[in-house]
């Protein structure tokens, strides 16, 4: 299945986090570049995320894709205090080849990708299929592509 996952990182040292978390997936297929860019909600005074896309080839399905996902942050010692805040590796599903997802704690494709910037600017990088062809003058958020990854 075809699987795009959005990661990000504004604590500690976020490449390494990104880094890890990218090394340790199976079947990938293609990361985008490397994006930093300013937080988007949430509290005031976070420093800026580094952002990616990572395109996954894989037999799991939605659920067990969300549990890979949980277990990147756990390993990177993400702590869950406040919606939008300050973490150390957020992943996110942004879309999976198997269809919608509706459900009370999994919402697939990603109910706010198309806001913002920082998940589509990568994510038209690897797959301009999934992106509308607007997609700049209606997402927010200001991103920098900062360099391969």
């Not at 199976?26 to 395109?55: C, F, I």
């Not at 949980?70 to 702590?79: C, F, M, T």
């Not at 957020?90 to 997802?101: A, H, K, M, N, Y």
């Given at each position: 299945?075809r699987?795009?996952l959005?990661?990000g990182?504004?604590l500690g ?8 978390a990218v090394g ?5 297929v293609?990361?985008?570049?490397l ?5 988007v909600?949430?509290p005031g005074?976070?420093?800026?995320y ?7 080839d894989t037999?799991l ?8 996902c949980?277990?990147l942050?756990s390993g ?11 973490r150390?590796?957020d992943?996110?599903i942004?879309?999976v ?10 919402q697939i ?8 910037r ?5 994510l038209a990088e690897?797959a301009p ?6 997609w700049?003058?209606r997402?927010?958020?200001r991103?920098?592509h900062?360099?391969?990854?």
């Amino acid at each position: 299945m075809r699987a795009f996952l959005g990661m990000g990182s504004n604590l500690g040292d976020r490449d390494a986090f990104l880094r890890e978390a990218v090394g340790s997936l199976a079947g990938v297929v293609a990361v985008s570049g490397l994006y930093e860019t300013d937080p988007v909600g949430g509290p005031g005074g976070q420093g800026p995320y580094l952002n990616l896309v990572v395109e996954l080839d894989t037999p799991l399905t939605a659920r067990e894709l969300l549990g890979v996902c949980h277990r990147l942050e756990s390993g990177a010692g993400r702590v869950r205090d406040e919606r939008w805040g300050p973490r150390t590796l957020d992943v996110d599903i942004l879309w999976v080849e198997s269809g919608p997802v509706d459900e009370p704690d999994l919402q697939i494709p990603h109910p706010r990708m198309h806001e913002r910037r920082f998940v589509m600017a990568p994510l038209a990088e690897l797959a301009p299929d999934l992106v509308p062809p607007d997609w700049n003058d209606r997402t927010e958020g200001r991103v920098r592509h900062v360099g391969s990854f």
